[in-house]
Nanobody, 114 residues
Framework: QVQLVESGGGSVQTGGSLRLSCAASGGAVSIVAMAWYRQAPGKQRELVAVIFSGGSTNYADSVKGRFTISRDNAKNTVYLQMNTLKPEDTAVYYC????????WGQGTQVTVSS
């Protein structure tokens, strides 16, 4: 049973930065594609960023150039560095395996005020 624990969220002003972490136990993040998702109130969960097992990455157009996904294999942790935050980035952020999701974690709230 894989457990995912997201952390690092908070409240920032427009233009601020946050670094999210996703610690996994029971499964190796290094050998699968891992992704960050977000869900804003009243909206569907959307894909934000993906890091593949080989290290390549993909981003949603809305975050490209501002967000960076990375991975620490030794810590079995995936990160999302978020810079130049905008109010529309406000959401609960989750991480999970890109294909065949594991059980979802509790997510971490990010709130960006103007």
């Amino acid at each position: 049973q894989v457990q995912l624990v997201e952390s690092g969220g908070g409240s920032v002003q427009t233009g601020g930065s946050l670094r999210l972490s996703c610690a996994a136990s029971g499964g190796a993040v290094s050998i699968v594609a891992m992704a960050w998702y977000r869900q804003a109130p009243g909206k569907q969960r959307e894909l934000v960023a993906v890091i593949f097992s080989g290290g390549s990455t993909n981003y949603a157009d809305s975050v490209k150039g501002r967000f960076t996904i990375s991975r620490d294999n030794a810590k079995n942790t995936v990160y999302l560095q978020m810079n130049t935050l905008k109010p529309e980035d406000t959401a609960v952020y989750y991480c999970n395996r890109r294909l065949g999701p594991w059980n979802w974690g509790q997510g971490t709230q990010v709130t960006v005020s103007s």
